[in-house]
């Protein structure tokens, strides 16, 4: 019972075997020994919470916060002993901050409720008692036979029984599990495949055997045991969150961005100052009372049960009562703020046309929003090469065949270089090839033909080549294409070339197609025979066995038989894997041209071919066989079998393909560098091709002095080449260094000399990391994360090999690409091209970091100024814990008087002009190293706020001198009055110190920072103007009013708060005049564009009154008409022509650099 | 699972002010060029408001004496020497006298002063029930937990409770006027009325409603705060000015916010003494009954005339001083500054 009871409540996982057994279309053996296996339905679950308990979870994980918990044991020891404030004073801000970031859970939750229902409630097609029925997905069984139309989307995890085609055959694509949009053949087994009615699939009595769920996309092993169409019959095998897809939904790591890591510092700070204020406090307060003049005075006494009440009960509950005093000084809606500006900045991303993608559509995606400011802070990008430096669409340019190498000009192979001996022949092959398949070209070009009378000899020989490469890959024809292929398998080449072709990986693609310009034409696959056309002719080759790639072995290879009955083995990869599998053919002239290949930065690719006799065949068959069907350990046998068979390579040749480089890459790392953030290329590529990219790309320069950490093979070896790299560049300060590691001298280097190679890689201006595995490039983001700067870092990449390296750096951006949509699901940000980085960063990071950086510092500071005079009061009334400012405005001022402006600063804000922030990247390094969090800044916030809250005391202790009238009418003020004098100048002085931070003045911070002033006097009016009835104390009756009708009062007031912000405007016109930072140069230029202070509020000058009004309407709308694009930029403007030319030309001096 | 074909474009962000971030914004800069002006010009006004303010406060008039009595002179030095540890102490009077050889121009308004009183200790100021003093029947016969010890006496509800009214200021003055020397002393009027705020008087404060006529009837089963001599109906003889709204003890109530404070007494502006306090010798008659020795505390009678800004307090005009001329200092300052760096600026600028 109690182990029954553990299980439902999941603290034991129920008891599973190793391997799920499905009865198909839960038909069940009759005999009573079964006992059925539970399986989960099929609902899709991704949401956190469900209508009952969303309160208690919720709570639950909001009091999880440190922040909140703190509040709410405030609240329980207002709630449990006798304290100055009323519990109200935090409970209903904390009600307030608690309700605020529940709603926006609630309605994120919401959301996934919406997409759970929309995918749990699609209708789906059931084979149930003999016929289909329409049921809805949540209802899916496991074992349940389902029927998929075309372009349907598949409600589970299924297995393939049959299809409307004869062979069982049917294509998926799996772009919404990886993003490959290509289709992939899937073959029923052919038991199955002839049950093409819901009849026969009705008598079909069958079990399938397979493994437990698990996350990996690519693995599903079982077998079936049968004891006896554009649509599809399906029986599902995974339900609900077993399915992979489910599975695959990670808990994303929580990433923590700099700023919330000094929000915390200032925290412990703020909180050991609220400690101390309330030990000292305390501790003052029994000084005084040891006299008893003080403590009990004749018309203060104590009641009986205070006199007994046990002295150290005393002292502690005194020192609750003064830490509840205090407690304001920790901004409680610091996080609520906070969590709401990035929740609503975010959005900021995702509507910038500048980060638009339009040949795509696509615009920028924010996967988490906690980071923004993290983009203003990088000091490290990390960029994958491919796809995301590169467009990942490749050409095909050149080959090396036999030892010869050609290259692709329109169309048609040309020999390189001088090779005499076999230059004739070949040549005369290729152009006999284009003879043959397209006269006209031959004409046009036939000053490239050399003899073209003995064609035919050596035609043998290299066709191997191209017949590997068609033959060699896993390329599909559109289902389209191919039927009407399939309907005239005859058709001429010339049309044949207008096929699609259809591949997971750009490079496969492009050799096919290659292939198919050159004259031999794959024309796709029919069960299993290949059918290529050689210059007109159809050969049909029997596809054997497909050895798929996978990067360990970094190859794939096919097994097919010709029409002639010879097996033969093509196998194609990198140089690296396949020639030292070569045993024949020209293996050192090929390397030696893959290198040049490499060095004009095209990526390689080596052609090989084995002839397997009958006798090895059968070998091998069986033990693919026996390896492919083994249930336990079936990856390891496989790899054993694949090196079994891939060895004894004849070479035939080698590719290479080109990868073009992506639109103003080189002007993007560029500025990345001025920005002066450090730039790695980690990528997969080989070394040489790595090098020449970034030679090409802008990441080395001509003039760096490049300096090489590769093909290191023991420990020692490795260590002796980093002390002479770092004594090179000690010899050598002057140029800037650039290095190349791969990745087998960087695991090296990274075993036992990371600090000797982080000393080299600090002082190179850019590295580059070639042949690197996924996992060394999470290896290597670790370790710069960990040195001793602790910079951030930044990963960019478009591939699933990049999704470790983008969860690891501290923002990980991915690159909607042709690689799937892998990486930009794992990424914090998702952008179409490489260049958006610098917009992404330079402006959008920079104002992240500037927004979130003083809207921090301001909480504290506002905090400060709120508190300190409480602190102050208690001197000056024997500390006792007596508020200075009345309940309502303690738990008003930090949510209603002060709250707005600086959210909408945070989310406004833009300190300098975005066009000049992306044209001056050095402004970048103004904000580096989290420079307006340091130390030193908050120290100076701090110190401000306790100035201000002295100016606001004191001024008024001062003003109230000898405690003299300060009305015409000679009456008094009383302690509410004095702390209604210090709030008022309190609110107007911070809520204008934020006014002076703003250099942004939209309409929206006019109509808030005015507005909370207003705010104030009218609430306070309001409230102080009625006797509240259900207030047990009326002590702030009419106070308010009284204190604006005192002449004295106002002169106060003005008089406190230009002093308080005269200190500040002197420090921050002395800074800019002294020392100015390159920031606030960069805002000087753009002063002559800017909109009056009048026109940002209302109306534009010398206009009429209703226009004037239109537009304002027009403008609190959001639209942009035609006539106010003040400030877009766009050619029409007026405003900005100064500022234009000079931006323009800037422009263009960083495009012609 | 969801996605859906979309036309092209489909995903194209809106191209608003808003969205793109290039709302019309003014763009203020704190540059030396735009404060230095500013910094004169409210330099030049604070310096002037400054003066206005200095001298109107100069030229209020303040008297004011000390009669606490223990420096052994005047006459209120016997009352203090007679045991005023305990409360309520012995009735004790005692006067100071006082010439004036000119006019002290009025309205004259007379304050009490008291020192090392602390009306702002917590205990102390959440010690009274506002729900009683608003007259409501239930709390005249509840008074409210705050009020103790203060809550019940002898079983009976304090009305009013608590500390606050328990401690209600009971020396009383009178001022005697005599214009020749050998004349007999004339008594000025003091007017009593209006000293509280209106607001108190006449709206917070009210008298729990009147049994058969009276309002010794409606305080019927309340006892009287225990130093208090006489029950809260009998303070003043005047129906009006009795029970709770008594002008004297509405005033007591407002506490104050530090613990040397001033509360109003009277203003002096009826008959002859509407022009002010003309000038010969007077007399102030004290009621001796508050003792201030136990807590080391003073009390003060003082005199004062009021301008439009309120008493006599010199602060304000010192401050608009100092900050107008800390202003026009900073202004020089920065105008060295500017003209010394716009050189360099310039340097800078020809530099990129």
Same mark, same amino acid.
Request: charge should be negative; aromatic fraction near 12%.
């Given at each position: ?5 553990? #299980? ?84 209903? $801000? ?56 075309? @372009? ?13 085609? $004869? ?28 049950? #093409?009615?819901?009849?026969?699939? @009705? ?26 169409? +554009? ?9 609900? +969150?077993?399915?992979?897809?489910? /599975? ?48 009990? $005075? ?75 400011? =993290? ?32 290259? =692709? ?29 397209? &006269? ?87 069960? !299993? ?96 066989? !026996? ?18 068979? !891939? ?131 999470? %290896?290597?983001?670790?370790?710069? %994360? ?5 910079? *951030? ?200 110190? +934020? ?117 304002? &309407? ?40 | ?32 060029? *735009? ?25 209020? #008039? ?171 109906? !009998? ?80 602060? /304000? ?36």
């Amino acid at each position: 019972m109690w182990r029954w009871v553990r #299980q439902q409540l999941g603290f034991d996982p129920p008891h599973q075997s190793d391997t799920r057994t499905i009865y198909i279309a839960n038909r069940f053996p009759q005999n009573g020994l079964y006992t059925p296996q539970k399986f989960i339905d099929n609902r899709i679950i991704s949401s956190k919470y469900t209508v009952w308990n969303f309160v208690p979870k919720n709570l639950f994980e909001q009091f999880r916060r440190v922040a909140n918990f703190y509040f709410l044991i405030i609240f329980l020891v207002q709630l449990m002993i006798d304290t100055p404030t009323s519990p109200i004073t935090s409970g209903l $801000p904390l009600f307030f901050v608690i309700t605020v970031t529940a709603i926006k859970q609630g309605y994120e939750d919401w959301l996934r409720h919406n997409s759970d229902n929309e995918v749990n409630g699609a209708p789906v097609y059931v084979v149930r008692s003999g016929g289909l029925v329409k049921t809805r997905s949540k209802n899916i069984r496991v074992g349940d036979i389902v029927r998929i139309a075309k @372009d349907e989307i598949f409600p589970a995890d299924l297995v393939l029984l049959s299809s409307d085609r $004869p062979d069982g055959s049917c294509h998926v694509t799996t772009a919404s599990l990886d993003g490959e949009t290509n289709l992939k053949t899937h073959v029923a087994v052919p038991e199955t495949a002839v049950l #093409q009615t819901v009849a026969n699939l @009705d008598s079909l009595i069958a079990v399938i055997e397979c493994q437990q769920p698990e996350a990996d996309l690519y693995r599903f092993m079982g077998r079936m045991i049968i004891t006896q169409q +554009m649509e599809e019959i399906v029986v599902a095998v995974y339900t609900g +969150m077993e399915t992979k897809m489910a /599975l695959n939904y990670k808990s994303k790591s929580q990433k923590r961005s700099a700023v919330e890591k000094s929000m915390n510092t200032f925290l412990i700070i703020y909180l050991i100052i609220l400690i101390s204020e309330a030990i000292i406090s305390t501790i003052l307060k029994y000084t005084w009372q040891a006299q008893e003049k003080w403590d009990e $005075p004749w018309y203060n006494q104590k009641t009986e049960h205070q006199r007994n009440s046990s002295k150290i009960l005393r002292f502690i509950s005194d020192f609750l009562a003064f830490l509840v005093l205090y407690n304001f000084i920790i901004p409680i809606s610091l996080y609520v703020t906070v969590e709401m500006q990035k929740f609503l900045g975010s959005f900021f991303i995702g509507w910038d046309l500048d980060l638009y993608h339009e040949e795509s559509d696509q615009k920028s995606q924010v996967n988490t929003s906690d980071l923004n400011e =993290e983009l203003g802070q990088v000091d490290y990008v990390f960029t994958d090469k491919t796809g995301t430096l590169t467009e990942n669409e490749m050409y095909f340019r050149e080959c090396s065949i036999n030892g010869i190498k050609y290259q =692709e000009i329109n169309g048609r192979l040309v020999p390189e270089g001088p090779t005499p001996e076999s230059s004739e022949g070949s040549l005369s092959y290729l152009s006999g090839l284009s003879h043959l398949s397209n &006269l006209a070209h031959l004409t046009s070009s036939s000053s490239f033909r050399t003899s073209p009378e003995n064609e035919t000899e050596l035609i043998k020989g290299h066709d191997v080549f191209f017949k590997a490469v068609s033959l060699c890959h896993t390329v599909q024809i559109s289902n389209i294409q191919s039927d009407s292929i399939g309907d005239g398998p005859w058709q001429s080449s010339l049309e044949s070339s207008q096929m699609e072709y259809y591949a997971s990986s750009p490079d496969e693609k492009a050799l096919v197609e290659a292939a198919a310009r050159i004259g031999i034409v794959f024309m796709g696959n029919s069960e !299993e025979i290949m059918e290529i056309k050689i210059l007109g002719n159809l050969e049909r080759y029997k596809l054997l066995h497909v050895l798929e790639f996978d990067s360990d072995r970094r190859r794939m290879s096919v097994i097919v038989q010709a029409s002639s009955g010879e097996k033969l083995l093509f196998a194609k990869g990198a140089e690296s894997s396949i020639l030292p599998k070569c045993i024949g053919g020209e293996i050192e002239k090929t390397r030696i041209h893959v290198d040049e290949f490499a060095l004009k930065g095209l990526r390689t690719l080596c052609i090989a071919y084995r002839q397997f006799t009958s006798k090895e065949y059968q070998e091998i068959d069986r033990r693919l066989f !026996e390896a492919r069907t083994a249930l336990q350990q079936r990856e390891e046998k496989l790899a054993e079998v694949f090196q079994f068979i !891939e060895k004894d390579l004849i070479l035939l040749g080698a590719t290479a393909v080109e990868d073009r480089l992506q639109d103003k890459v080189r002007e993007t790392i560029e500025a990345l560098r001025m920005a002066g953030i450090k730039v790695w290329v980690l990528t997969g590529d080989k070394h040489e091709t790595a090098v020449s990219v970034s030679l090409s790309c802008g990441h080395f320069h001509r003039t760096m002095n490049i300096l090489e950490l590769i093909n290191q093979k023991s420990d020692s070896e490795c260590a002796e080449q980093l002390r002479q790299l770092a004594r090179r560049i000690k010899e050598d300060h002057v140029i800037q260094h650039g290095l190349v590691v791969d990745g087998t001298s960087l695991s090296l280097a990274l075993r036992e000399h990371e600090k000797l190679f982080m000393e080299v890689c600090r002082n190179c201006s850019a590295v580059l990391c070639c042949r690197m595995a996924p996992l060394q490039k999470a %290896k290597v983001i670790r370790l710069i %994360k960990i040195s001793p700067e602790k910079p *951030i870092t930044l990963a960019v990449g478009d591939g699933a090999n990049d999704v470790s390296m983008i969860q690891e750096a501290h923002v990980g951006i991915g690159i909607m690409g042709k690689e799937g949509r892998q990486a930009a699901r794992n990424s914090d940000y998702a952008i179409a091209r490489f260049k958006f980085l610098s917009k992404l960063l330079f402006v959008h990071g920079h104002f992240y970091y500037i927004r979130i950086a003083t809207l921090v510092q301001y909480f504290f500071y506002k905090n400060v100024c709120f508190i300190t005079p409480q602190f102050l009061y208690q001197f000056y009334c024997l500390f006792s814990q007596q508020t200075l400012y009345d309940s309502m405005y303690l738990t008003l001022y930090n949510i209603c008087f002060t709250s707005l402006p600086v959210l909408i600063y945070s989310l406004l804000e833009q300190h300098v002009d975005p066009h000049v922030l992306q044209n001056k990247p050095a402004l970048y390094r103004d904000i580096s190293k989290n420079r307006l969090l340091s130390i030193e800044t908050f120290l100076y916030w701090t110190l401000l706020g306790f100035s201000h809250a002295f100016i606001f005391f004191f001024g008024s202790y001062f003003l109230m001198g000898k405690d003299i009238s300060l009305l015409g009418n000679g009456q008094m003020f009383g302690n509410w009055t004095f702390g209604t004098l210090v709030f008022t100048v309190m609110v107007i002085t911070v809520t204008v110190k +934020m006014a002076l931070e703003t250099h942004f003045w939209t309409w929206i911070n006019h109509l808030v920072t005015w507005g909370s002033i207003i705010f104030y006097f009218i609430f306070s009016l309001f409230y102080s103007g009625i006797l509240w009835p259900f207030l047990s104390s009326q002590n702030m009756y009419f106070v308010f009013i009284q204190l604006l009708s005192s002449g004295s009062a106002w002169f106060a007031i003005i008089l406190m708060v230009v002093t308080c912000l005269f200190l500040d405007v002197v420090k921050k016109v002395f800074d800019r005049q002294l020392h100015p930072t390159s920031t606030e140069k960069a805002q000087l230029t753009e002063t002559n564009a800017s909109v009056k202070c009048l026109d940002s509020v209302c109306c534009f000058p010398g206009e009429a009154a209703s226009a004037a009004v239109r537009r304002m &309407l027009a403008r609190a709308v959001g639209r942009c008409g035609p006539a106010h694009l003040s400030r877009s930029w766009s050619a029409s403007d007026p405003f900005c022509t100064n500022d234009r030319s000079v931006l323009t030309l800037s422009t263009m001096d960083s495009s012609t650099c | 699972m969801t996605w859906s074909a979309t036309a092209r474009g489909a995903h194209q962000p809106d191209n608003t002010a808003f969205t793109q971030q290039r709302l019309p914004a003014w763009h203020p800069l704190l540059s030396a060029s *735009i404060t230095l002006p500013l910094f004169f010009c409210a330099g030049l006004a604070f310096l002037g408001l400054g003066l206005g303010l200095y001298y109107s406060s100069n030229a209020i #008039q303040e008297l004011e004496y000390d009669y606490t009595g223990d420096a052994d002179e005047g006459s209120c030095a016997t009352c203090a020497t007679e045991d005023q540890g305990r409360a309520p102490p012995p009735r004790c009077s005692c006067s100071w006298y006082f010439t004036l050889s000119e006019l002290f121009p009025g309205p004259v308004y007379l304050y009490y002063e008291l020192t090392g009183f602390y009306q702002n200790n917590r205990r102390y100021g959440v010690s009274r029930d506002d729900a009683q003093l608003s007259g409501l029947p239930s709390a005249l016969h509840h008074p409210a937990n705050e009020c103790a010890p203060y809550q019940y006496s002898a079983g009976l509800p304090v009305a009013p409770c608590g500390a606050v009214a328990n401690s209600l200021f009971n020396d009383t003055f009178t001022l005697w006027h005599r214009r020749q020397p050998d004349a007999p002393y004339v008594e000025v009027p003091l007017d009593r009325s209006a000293i509280a705020w209106w607001t108190d008087y006449h709206i917070k404060f009210r008298n729990p409603p009147l049994v058969n006529g009276s309002l010794a009837l409606a305080f019927k089963g309340t006892a009287p705060p225990p130093n208090w001599p006489v029950p809260v109906y !009998e303070l003043s003889s005047d129906p009006n000015n009795t029970g709770f709204v008594n002008q004297d003890f509405v005033v007591w109530m407002r506490t104050a916010a530090l613990p040397t404070f001033r509360k109003l007494y009277a203003r002096i502006r009826q008959g002859n003494y509407s022009a002010g306090l003309p000038s010969g010798a007077y007399r102030v008659d004290i009621a001796y009954n508050y003792p201030v020795r136990a807590f080391g505390g003073h009390k003060l009678l003082v005199f004062s005339n009021i301008s439009w800004m309120g008493g006599k307090n010199p602060f /304000l005009g010192i401050a608009y001083l100092v900050v107008g001329s800390l202003c026009i200092v900073m202004g020089f300052v920065m105008l060295a500054v500017y003209i010394r760096y716009q050189d360099q600026d310039d340097d800078d600028n020809d530099d990129e």
